[in-house]
């Protein structure tokens, strides 16, 4: 049986590599050097990859004063007609909403800010239909959540809080790839918040495979995590492997690169 992976998107805002990419904010990983010139060209590989999936790429370019500005998924929460600027949790990454936002404010009707004591990002706010399941993280609070929800407050879309520890991002523990099925990293949160829909739990060596990207019949997938490639396939999706060990290195993966839309 095939499934179709999410519903169908239009484009894809990326932002291109910053020179200063080695000194990015890494809060769980070791410090391991990025080798600039092999993450420059895994960002091509995936920005083609999109383009194979029909998505119109709009890219920013990228400012070599923000070493995380690649990952262009946390300034920003897209839903429906509405662009929801982040006020972030890393504190050296504000700076990078700014370009975000004259983008995002030539498409999208209304822009609303979230503002300080709230901070919210976007790798915690994951999507399934017509619900927000929202991570409460080191770099999401309560506030960030309750600003959220009454930014969306005219929209038909449940918003859920959860209890997120010892990760990065809620994405980083879970992932939706349609027709009701979630992968998840367990560990993280209570499971139990996702209880209604279908889980793929993935072994804990693969932990890092929790975060794909579903897009126009496809999941992508980390390369180089066989039991996950086989546990999604196994539902019936199909499957593309990207080489993200780049990105890996500064605690990213393949949702944090782009906002899809």
């Known amino acids: 049986m095939s499934r179709s992976a999410t519903p169908r998107a239009k484009c894809a805002v990326v932002r291109e590599v910053p020179l200063t990419l ?17 993450a420059q060209k895994q960002h091509e590989a995936y920005c083609k990859t999109l383009e194979g999936r029909n998505l119109k790429l709009i890219r920013i370019p990228a400012d070599n004063n923000f070493p995380d500005c690649v990952f262009v998924e946390d300034p920003a929460v897209v839903y429906e ?9 890393a504190k050296s990454r504000v700076g990078e909403i700014e370009e975000v936002r004259r983008v995002l404010s030539s498409i999208f009707r209304k822009v609303v800010n979230i503002d300080p004591p709230a901070t919210i990002e976007g790798g915690d706010v994951l999507r399934v239909k017509d619900h927000l399941f929202v991570g409460v993280t080191s770099r999401t609070n309560v506030d960030g ?5 009454e930014a ?7 918003i859920t809080s959860v209890k997120v520890e010892n990760i990065l991002h809620f994405k980083s523990a879970c992932s939706y790839l349609g027709d009701d099925y ?30 794909c990207l579903a897009v126009n019949g496809a999941v992508l997938i ?25 990105f890996k290195k500064c605690e990213g993966s393949l949702t944090c690169l782009s906002i899809v839309f």
Not at 22 to 38: E, H, I
Not at 81 to 89: K, P, Q, Y
Not at 223 to 242: H, S
């Open 22 to 38: 080695d000194k990015c904010v890494r809060t769980y990983s070791s410090r391991n050097r990025v080798n600039l010139d092999l």
């Open 81 to 89: 007609e509405t662009a929801i600027m982040c006020n972030m949790g």
């Open 145 to 149: 959540v309750n600003q959220l929800r």
């Open 152 to 158: 969306l407050r005219k929209e038909e879309c449940e």
């Open 182 to 211: 979630i992968v998840v990293n367990p560990g993280y949160f209570d499971l139990q918040v996702l209880s209604s829909f279908k889980l793929i739990s993935l072994p804990k060596q693969e932990a890092y495979a929790a975060n």
């Open 222 to 246: 980390s390369k180089g995590y066989a039991r996950t490639k086989k546990l999604i396939e196994k539902e019936g999706f199909e499957t593309e492997e990207l080489d993200v060990s780049e």
